[in-house]
């Protein structure tokens, strides 16, 4: 009876330890903790950046430079320096490396078709982050983690339309409407393209459509530099008729204060500045009265992105759209909050 009893508990404990090695086995690919996906082999993520426009994008690299660090993931970066061939050469790469998964930052929302379907070919599994792509067949990328700049854009003319009725402002050249003039982002960026689309169709559709004209717009590419260029042109044309800029990003919002001031004019005061980002340089010019609000645009995506990634390896289902939080900060709250900014 003894005998057999030690049998039965042999055979029980082999068959525990068997069952218990499978659930590992799967914990470690699913959590990847230290290693990757894939069964705990290290997962190898070619990344295609646009550049470093913006203090914005600075801080996306970043974020998903540290992420990959934290997962384990080994990430093979390539900056695109602001050109869509430099991207579409760096996938081919990607491609050619037998990478397991790519992710890429589209700098304008056509012309992937062709190299993702490469990608789809070769079985490497692609996310899009932050903007958008415009494709024939969606089955060409898994996910899309970013931003809402729809949102964005409609919460750019709701603070606006508020901000002008409660300071009780008054046209500057003594008309009956705001005249508004517009720095845009990177021509045919899904990111510029829906920011002016959610400005525009918020101000068609409020009661208050008729106070607003958008005497001139045009793109400053995301950069300080190129905002400035352009916010002097505006000064040059329209100078006191100017009562409120909009600009895509803070930091053409930065360039054009100094070309603000350099025409002898106050911003945060003659011209109402609002911009998109939130990034700390619009919260110190907000705290020295140059800016009057930012809406924010969250570029800590990169641990999301290797959350994502490693459960697209597992074979678990990933949502195919998935938006970051953000908020929005007028100037009375950036003393208070530019602490806590981490980008
Ligand atoms: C927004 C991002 C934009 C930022 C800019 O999602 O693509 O690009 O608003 C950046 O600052 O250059």
């Known amino acids: 009876m003894r005998k057999i009893l030690a049998l039965l508990m042999s055979v029980f404990m082999l068959v525990f330890a068997a069952g218990c090695g499978g659930g590992d086995q799967a914990a470690s690919s699913g959590s990847g903790s230290g290693s990757g996906g894939k069964g705990g082999k290290e ?9 470093a426009e913006s203090e914005w994008r600075t801080a996306n690299t970043e974020s998903v430079k540290q992420a990959a660090k934290d997962a384990g993931i080994n990430l093979q970066f390539s900056d695109a320096q602001q050109k869509q061939e430099n991207q579409i050469k760096a996938i081919r790469s990607f491609i050619s490396q037998g990478v397991d998964i790519i992710a890429f930052v589209p700098i304008v929302e056509t012309g992937w078709d062709t190299v993702l379907k490469e990608a789809k070919d070769a079985k490497i599994p692609v996310i899009v982050v932050d903007r958008d792509v415009k494709l024939s067949d969606d089955s060409l990328y898994v996910a899309k983690l970013g931003t809402d700049s729809l949102a964005e854009g409609k919460k750019v003319f709701d603070w606006i339309d508020e901000y002008m009725k409660k300071q009780n402002k008054k046209p500057r050249d003594g008309g009956s409407q705001f005249n508004v003039v517009v720095l845009e982002g990177t021509v045919g960026s899904s990111v510029a393209i829906r920011r002016q689309e959610g400005f525009k169709n918020a101000m068609a559709a409020s009661p208050d459509a008729s106070k607003y004209n958008i005497l001139a717009s045009q793109t400053g590419e995301f950069t300080r530099q190129k905002g400035q260029e352009v916010m002097e042109s505006f000064l040059k044309s329209y100078g006191d008729k100017i ?88 100037a009375d709250v950036a003393e208070k909050t530019l602490p806590e900014r981490k980008y």
């Open 43 to 51: 997962i190898t993520m070619g990344f295609s950046q646009i550049g």
């Open 243 to 330: 009562d409120i800029l909009f600009a895509h990003n803070d930091d053409m919002a930065l360039g054009a204060i100094q070309a603000i001031e350099a025409a002898g004019l106050k911003p945060g005061k003659d011209i109402t500045i609002i911009s998109i980002d939130g990034v700390k340089g619009i919260f110190q010019a907000m705290i020295e009265g140059k800016a009057n609000c930012t809406v924010e645009c969250n570029p800590l995506q990169g641990p999301l992105l290797m959350e994502t990634a490693k459960k697209v390896l597992n074979g678990e289902k990933v949502e195919k759209l998935v938006y970051v939080d953000e908020g929005v900060f007028p």
